[in-house]
């Protein structure tokens, strides 16, 4: 059953790490971006997908809550929007979730409007926001909802509000944020129709050879009418490779009725974060741009 209280954690090493976390991320403050205001008129919400197991980055500390200049990443992910400022945002957790709400309860900005949900098992990222939506407070059909990952701490306002303004301006059933790259080995490709629109996302396990030599690839940032996303969360299916409900299949579902929108931005601006390597990469990339935009 779907649930929007916050999870389970306890023991002496969620003490020591709870602690020692807090203190630190609540001194540090957001990383210079720049901001604009929200185009337009319109009510949006945010879900923010938090409960992956992070199990490649080799630590008892859930992973949304590994920090990048000295701040937890989900924490990066949410001032990324502070310009859009969303009515709500869900925050969905799994592992640790305990821990992860509290340190964002402390350490979150003023104006974000913060409620948790748990994903107790991982269904993927379908199901995770359909667990999310769950912990928002009764959206109206006109509403919009920007869904995007907690591991993506260099993603910024601008390119945020980028996404919200193309969204609007041209009546999207979604949009959605894409990327290139010569090798997208483990993205999932951009498939689109004659008419330069989405027309689907196709999985690295998914895809056909063919398909495979796409090098535009999904950076898992979207924007819905929420009117139009629950139904097409409610058409996914396990039907793949990892038998998991893929919020990527919603985009074709959205793509058959309506149009499916992008906008592009530079590859390291939405790299998501897996192992500890990769962590020490987002580190060295935030430092660079801090020292470049100091």
């Not at 200049?69 to 640790?96: F, N, T, Y």
């Not at 058409?235 to 919020?247: C, G, R, V």
């Amino acid at each position: 059953m779907l649930g929007a209280e916050t999870g389970e954690s306890g023991g002496t090493v969620w003490g020591t790490i709870r602690g020692r976390l807090i203190g630190r991320t609540a001194v540090f403050g957001a990383v210079c971006r720049g901001s604009s205001p929200l185009p337009g008129t319109m009510t949006l919400r945010a879900v923010v997908l938090a409960a992956g197991a992070g199990t490649r980055m080799k630590s008892d500390l859930p992973k949304p809550l590994h920090e990048v200049c000295g701040k937890a990443m989900v924490l990066h992910v949410i001032d990324a929007l502070a310009s859009s400022q969303p009515d709500e945002i869900s925050v969905v957790v799994g592992r640790g979730g305990d821990l992860v709400a509290e340190t964002v309860q402390q350490a979150a900005p003023t104006w974000a409007k913060i409620r948790f949900a748990t994903q107790h098992e991982q269904h993927g990222t379908g199901h995770a926001t359909q667990v999310g939506i769950t912990a928002l407070s009764a959206p109206s059909a006109e509403d919009s909802v920007i869904v995007l990952p907690g591991d993506t701490p260099l993603l910024t306002a601008e390119t945020i509000n980028r996404l919200v303004s193309e969204h609007i301006a041209n009546g999207h059933s979604s949009t959605l944020i894409t990327s290139e790259l010569d090798d997208p080995t483990g993205y999932g490709r951009i498939v689109r129709k004659t008419d330069g629109s989405v027309e689907r996302i196709v999985e690295q396990r998914d895809a056909s050879p063919t398909e495979l030599l796409i090098t535009e690839w999904n950076a898992g940032v979207y924007v819905f009418n929420h009117s139009q996303l629950l139904p097409a969360l409610g058409k996914l299916s396990t039907d793949n490779s990892q038998h998991e409900y893929y919020l990527t299949d919603a985009i074709a579902a959205l793509a058959q009725d309506g149009h499916v929108g992008s906008v592009s931005t530079e590859p390291d601006e939405t790299r998501g974060v897996n192992d500890r390597e990769q962590l020490a990469e987002v580190e060295h990339i935030m430092r660079a741009r801090e020292h470049h935009d100091g």
